[in-house]
């Protein structure tokens, strides 16, 4: 739709890798699911920053994604990712968020905060999400 942003969402979590399970987000690639939506940010995508910081900005089969996950301690992180141009037409809540970094994986049905984007002169708006 012309002159809104395409649909999209904010998710933001924390999340602890399993018992002896590690993450090296330069080096394994991140899967994150939202519905039926999926994207793979490919291993060595990442760049890593001070303080155990990590981010990927780009574009994976027309989803624009940014990605921020930071070490808190003790094993648990935090991840906040911003997407446009995925379709979430259809969503209902809960919504079935998974997140998979390397072997490590998991998934939590969650609610959606949903947000409809017009157009001017559009009936329908775009479906967006704020996930937290």
């Known amino acids: 739709a012309t002159g809104t942003d395409p649909a999209g969402f904010d998710l933001k979590a924390a999340f602890t890798p399993g018992a002896g399970g590690t993450i090296d987000p330069l080096a394994q690639p ?16 990442f760049h890593a920053h ?18 921020r996950i930071m070490a808190t301690g003790a094993g648990v992180y935090r991840i906040h990712v911003e997407a446009s141009g995925m379709d979430l037409t259809g969503l209902t809540n809960p919504v079935t968020v998974s997140l998979g970094i390397g072997k490590n994986a998991g998934t939590m049905p969650v609610t959606a905060h949903f947000q409809r984007q017009r157009a001017p002169g559009e009936r329908d708006g775009i479906k967006a999400a704020q996930i937290e």
């Open 30 to 45: 991140l899967t994150l699911q939202v519905g039926t939506c999926r994207v793979t940010v490919p291993a060595g995508s």
């Open 50 to 67: 001070p303080k155990r910081t990590f981010t990927y900005e780009g574009t994976i089969s027309g989803v624009s994604l940014e990605v």
